[in-house]
């Protein structure tokens, strides 16, 4: 064979060889783009059946929300929570022990002695409009406190308040049974503090932005067989709110005092007074009122007519300074208050024994003084401070000048100085023991409290004697 066949027939075989292989290739390739396309299509129902796996979650959470729907409205309603319903009854109250000891150069009246009294409110809420208050008290106490049939006082549990509370829907409120009652004055004319509770009627009424008060007592009913009351006080009252918490008072007072033979005896007040916030921490009291009362009522000479004032001058750093003014005569006919007429006080002074705090009001407290000196006249300066000193302890201190506007011949225009350092302790809100010494130098113009004016005026001592007396008190007190 020659060569060139040779080699053509080489060249043969190799095509021959490479024929298979081209051709493997090829069916891959088709493979793989079909083994793509299936990959595809199943990507795409993958999609489609997540999608329907999203939807019919969907659909079963919006099924079960409409089977608890319709479970909710199958079920039995519940019951609302039962509301409390009829009376709803409340026991404030004061529970007190005083302790003291006085000494008085004069006449002997040196004491030691303790003494217990209870206040006990029942107050019941009938409804928003209508409710009820009861106070009892036992007196001031020196033996069984039980008040069982041994003991010398007997049984001195009295009702102190009983008042009917009915408040309309104008916000108008009535008042009426044994209330309590004082003035709009600083108490300075007559003070529930001081059991001024009598048998009233009172309305309190809101009018032109202010609040108006009238009411009718009846203090002392007297012998039955008299056809008239023998102490009827009428009053009227206007409280106006200024800006800055500021206010401003009306007020008039007629009482009749009418006697056994029905002759009526007249007594009036009538003032203005108010209460200004020069600034933040710095407050102004004062007042001006004028005083009528019928001569046939204290018989003297003349009808008494006289005027009171008072500034008074507090700061929120405890400093207090107060000065008072009631216009005399030497028989007692000058300026005077209801609380003269019914021989009773108010807390309305700084110091302890010519006037009177909580804890130096019993026992020793005759020597305190109605801020008219029981018509002879009073001018008082008075200074108090007042600092906590721990966060349970407090400290109170007072002084004040007391002077006679006019006394009778041969007695001083002096009624005294006074002094007064009590410190409290506060074991909680409601449990306090108030412990302290009172001095006061005491001239012969003094006509206490209980003298009162009716009868002519009376004198704590004789002319040209004067008294130190000094005061030694511990009080412990719950009041709640």
Not at 94 to 108: E, I, K, M, P, T
Not at 364 to 379: H, K
């Amino acid at each position: 064979m020659s060569r060139s066949a040779t080699h053509a027939l080489g060249l043969l075989a190799l095509l021959i060889s490479t024929v298979p292989a081209v051709a493997d290739e090829a069916l891959l390739e088709q493979r793989l783009e079909a083994l793509q396309r299936q990959n595809e299509a199943l990507q795409r129902q993958s999609e489609a059946l997540q999608h329907q796996s999203e939807t019919m979650q969907r659909q079963m959470q919006e099924v079960r929300a409409q089977l608890r729907q319709l479970a909710t409205e199958k079920r039995p309603a519940e019951k609302p929570e039962a509301v409390a319903t009829g009376p709803q009854f409340s026991f404030g109250g004061q529970y007190r022990v005083n302790s003291y000891a006085v000494a008085d150069d004069v006449g002997g009246d040196d004491r030691t002695a303790s003494r217990v009294r209870v206040r006990q409110n029942v107050d019941i809420k009938f409804s928003e409009q209508f409710k009820t208050h009861l106070q009892l008290e036992l007196g001031h106490t020196t033996d069984n406190v039980t008040t069982t049939s041994t003991s010398s006082r007997g049984n001195d549990i009295a009702v102190r308040h009983a008042v009917l509370d009915y408040t309309f829907g104008n916000g108008a409120n009535v008042q009426a049974g044994i209330v309590p009652l004082s003035d709009r004055f600083d108490d300075t004319l007559f003070s529930s503090d001081w059991d001024y509770n009598p048998v009233a009627l009172s309305l309190t009424a809101p009018l032109g932005g202010g609040s108006l008060r009238a009411f009718g007592a009846n203090l002392n009913e007297g012998d039955e067989t008299v056809a008239e009351d023998d102490f009827v006080h009428y009053q009227l009252d206007y409280a106006l709110p200024l800006p800055r918490d500021s206010q401003l008072h009306l007020g008039a007072t007629l009482a009749n005092l009418a006697d056994p033979a029905q002759k009526d005896r007249i007594h009036a007040n009538f003032g203005i007074g108010g209460s200004y916030w020069l600034r933040d921490g710095l407050l102004l009291r004062g007042f001006v009122v004028g005083s009528h009362t019928e001569k046939e009522l204290l018989g003297t000479r003349d009808d008494a007519d006289g005027i009171a004032a008072k500034i008074e001058l507090t700061g929120d750093g405890g400093l207090g300074v107060m000065a008072t003014y009631a216009s005399g005569e030497s028989d007692g006919s000058g300026f005077l208050p209801p609380m003269a007429l019914a021989a009773t006080q108010g807390y309305w002074g700084y110091t302890g024994l010519l006037t009177i705090q909580g804890p130096t009001d019993t026992g020793f407290d005759a020597d305190s003084v109605n801020i008219s000196n029981n018509g002879l006249g009073l001018t008082t300066v008075q200074v108090k401070y007042f600092r906590p000193l721990t966060a349970n302890t407090d400290m109170y201190l007072a002084a004040g000048w007391f002077g006679a506007s006019d006394t009778p011949a041969g007695r001083d225009s002096l009624v005294g100085f006074d002094f007064l350092a009590m410190g409290t302790y506060h074991f909680s809100d409601i449990l306090a023991l108030d412990f302290g010494a009172a001095y006061a130098l005491l001239g012969d113009a003094v006509s206490g409290y209980p003298n009162g004016v009716i009868g002519g005026v009376t004198f704590n001592q004789a002319a040209g004697d004067d008294r130190d007396k000094t005061a030694f008190f511990v009080r412990l007190q719950a009041e709640f």
